[in-house]
């Protein structure tokens, strides 16, 4: 299941290189990528300690939660959207893709999968 959603999303996005669903700690749970998934997962993982600072940094400035972010390093960028109970989901998206295709095409995904987690 997961792993169809996350191929879906990629297919859907121009300029989208890899997705990747990832639990409260910042742990790989499913991912999909066209190309190194090593790479991915360990691009994700330096993701994950920005999104617990920006949740943190959000939480003591008393701002609420964050629910999306976008990271952009190394002629790559980001796309993450928390989930419910810690989880979130990150697409990774090269210099040129659609940002704006992305934002729209990922907040189906986001249901979905808060709908699996919640089950």
């Known amino acids: 299941?997961?792993?169809?959603?996350?191929?879906?999303?990629?297919s859907k996005v121009d300029g989208a290189l890899g997705a990747?669903?990832?639990?409260?700690?910042?742990?790989?749970?499913?991912?999909?990528?066209?190309?190194?998934?090593?790479q991915l997962r360990l691009r994700a993982a330096y993701v994950a300690v920005l999104v617990k600072t920006a949740r943190s940094?959000?939480?003591r400035l008393g701002n609420g939660t964050t629910t999306s972010l976008l990271i952009e390093y190394d002629n790559?960028?980001?796309?993450?959207?928390?989930?419910i109970k810690g989880y979130f989901v990150?697409?990774?998206?090269?210099?040129?893709?659609?940002?704006?295709?992305?934002?729209?095409?990922?907040?189906?995904?986001?249901?979905?999968?808060?709908?699996?987690?919640a089950a």
């Open 76 to 83: 790559t960028q980001f796309l993450i959207e928390n989930l």
């Open 1 to 10: 299941m997961f792993e169809s959603t996350l191929k879906s999303l990629v």
């Open 20 to 38: 990747i669903f990832l639990d409260g700690d910042g742990e790989a749970v499913m991912w999909h990528t066209n190309g190194d998934s090593t």
């Open 57 to 59: 940094i959000a939480s």
């Open 90 to 117: 990150a697409l990774e998206l090269n210099k040129s893709a659609n940002l704006a295709q992305a934002l729209k095409q990922i907040r189906p995904v986001v249901d979905i999968l808060c709908k699996e987690i």
